[in-house]
């Protein structure tokens, strides 16, 4: 669409030639460009104190700043979302009714923090404030770290319900193969899901644990058999299959509760990287199809998920698990054109690799339809000064949107209403939303000086300034929780007329 200026005939000196008043003349000015599409996120994990909060039983005030400045560093960089671990081992870092309070905030499983404070309601309201959508992180059969200090608080899963709960090695684990664990563990996201205006729901990894081995350095097996007796047995399957089974079972349910409950929120799924080894065949490594039945290959091909993670933490060169390779492969697997946004190893930038791999890397995901990655973890990009200016300066230059989820109903979202007022050389833009559904985000792009500027803001914001310029034309569109982009609204100075060529239609400016 063209945004066409009709200079009055008044000002056609100022052009150089003359001009009859009764006939203006037209100025076209190029479209705005199309906002960039790209998913740029990092995990914030809790885990261990991993990334946030940096040590257990810090106070609220210190807690909240440290959440702040992850915040502040991800809207700096113009990341799009964080991906926040809620959920490390069958205990809660908000405040929930079915299991305790984590102990990686307090110290202690199940104390609250003190002053009180929800700290995912507060990392909610703070990321929206940026711009950024929140992703909340459950691992759903974790229930107890082996590097945990506290005892198990009166609500964990261990003291409610002792029979949902194995021993493996250092670890307690919910089985899989039981029922009444799925059921439990679905509870406990829906139950967030419905209680706090998430975007996304987010799993990593774990399902079945990573093999743990004995003294004489052999595998342990997971202890289920009496789970695969009571269940397993007469379904037909392998026990191997039917473990894969279940995990499939878990991984339908969730993203079908999630589409009842809220279709906007992203489900999005972060695998191993591998699927099984020679897939393709230049592929050697770790085999998580059979090693920790994950079937992740299936959950894209089904489309039950609208975006696969799966965590490519090796260099672009090594052949046996290049990265380029395996993000080649893992778009072939996908008929239904979900989105694949790899994990990044960006930790690695500090020591083992240059930052240029990670940026290498991020060039390499931009090939694709649906471009997106996840940095791990957060903590790289608060103290990798030489990663953050690469990316600052070169690949994060512009804001980007998350690409639209098309398989999702989008939210009609009416056209807003656009004013500026403008005074020497700055200018203040207003807008208002015209109608009741809410607006995601805003993408505003201004013309100064023959240049398009794109900022995209956030849903409660309303109006913006534009210092040290006067804009020659400002146009306004909604996005709604999908990604999906409303028509445009176009204001000019009042000495033009705009002209909206998608409808035809020639208004004076406001």
């Known amino acids: 669409m063209k945004v066409k200026l009709l200079l009055l005939a008044l000002l056609m000196p100022v052009l150089g030639r003359a001009a009859d008043a009764s006939t203006p003349a037209t100025v076209t000015i190029p479209s705005p460009p199309a906002p960039v599409r790209e998913f740029r996120a990092a995990w914030i994990a809790t885990v261990g104190n991993s990334c946030w909060p940096s040590k257990p039983g810090l106070s609220t005030a210190q807690q909240k700043a440290e959440l702040l400045a992850i915040l502040d560093r991800a809207a700096a960089l113009k990341l799009n979302a964080v991906i926040f671990q809620v959920r490390p081992a069958c205990d809660a870092l908000y405040q929930s009714g079915i299991e305790p309070w984590s102990e990686y905030l307090t ?3 199940g104390r609250a923090p003190a002053p009180f404070y929800d700290p995912l309601a507060f990392a909610i309201t703070e990321a929206h404030k940026r711009g950024l959508e929140l992703h909340a992180w459950f691992n759903p059969f974790r229930a107890r770290h082996f590097q945990s200090v506290s005892p198990p608080a009166a609500n964990h899963i261990s003291k409610t319900h002792p029979e949902l709960v194995r021993n493996y090695a250092k670890y307690l684990w919910l089985d ?8 439990y563990s679905l509870r406990v996201i829906l139950d967030v899901l419905n209680r706090y205006d998430v975007d996304g729901i987010h799993m990593d990894d774990y399902f079945y644990p990573y093999h743990e081995k004995n003294s004489a350095g052999n595998d342990i097996d997971f202890p289920d058999a009496a789970t695969w007796k009571k269940f397993g047995q007469s379904s037909g399957l392998s026990h191997d299959d039917w473990r894969r089974h279940n995990v499939d079972v878990f991984i339908e349910q969730l993203y079908h509760s999630v589409k009842a409950a809220k279709p906007w929120v992203s489900v999005g799924v972060s695998p191993f990287g591998i699927w099984r080894p020679k897939n393709p065949p230049s592929i050697a490594g770790f085999d998580s199809y059979q ?4 079937d992740s290959r299936k959950w894209l091909q089904e489309g039950w998920c609208d975006y696969l993670a799966p965590q490519l933490y090796w260099g672009i060169s090594p052949p046996a698990t290049s990265f380029s390779t395996l993000l080649d492969w893992w778009n072939g697997q996908n008929p239904r054109h979900r989105h694949v946004w ?11 690799w240059q930052p240029s791999e990670i940026v290498n890397q991020i060039n390499v995901t931009r090939r694709y339809p649906s471009p997106g990655h996840i940095h791990w973890s957060v903590s790289a990009l608060m103290r990798n000064t030489a990663l953050d200016n690469a990316l600052a300066r070169d690949l994060y230059r512009t804001p980007a949107l998350i690409p639209a989820s098309p398989w999702l109903a989008a939210t009609p979202l009416l056209p807003p209403k656009l004013s500026v007022n403008t005074w ?8 208002k939303n015209s109608g009741t559904n809410t607006v995601h985000l805003w993408v505003l792009q201004s013309l100064i000086a023959g240049n398009w ?14 210092d040290n310029a006067t804009p020659d034309a400002v ?3 909604t996005v709604d929780r999908t990604g999906n982009l409303g028509d445009p609204v176009a204001w000019t100075p009042k000495k033009y007329s705009t002209t909206d060529t998608s409808k035809g239609m020639t208004k004076p400016a406001k």
Not at 176 to 183: I, L, M, N, Q
Not at 424 to 431: C, F, T
Not at 457 to 466: E, Q, S, V
């Open 342 to 352: 790899p994990g990044l190893d960006s930790l690695k930038a500090a020591d083992k």
């Open 291 to 294: 090693e920790i039945y994950c």
């Open 475 to 477: 146009v306004l569109r």
């Open 424 to 431: 020497g050389k700055s200018a203040h833009v207003e807008w």
């Open 107 to 109: 110290g202690v499983q």
């Open 176 to 183: 899989p193969g039981d029922p009444a664990v799925r059921e």
């Open 453 to 466: 500027t794109t900022q995209i803001l956030p849903g409660n914001c309303l109006d913006t300034y534009l």
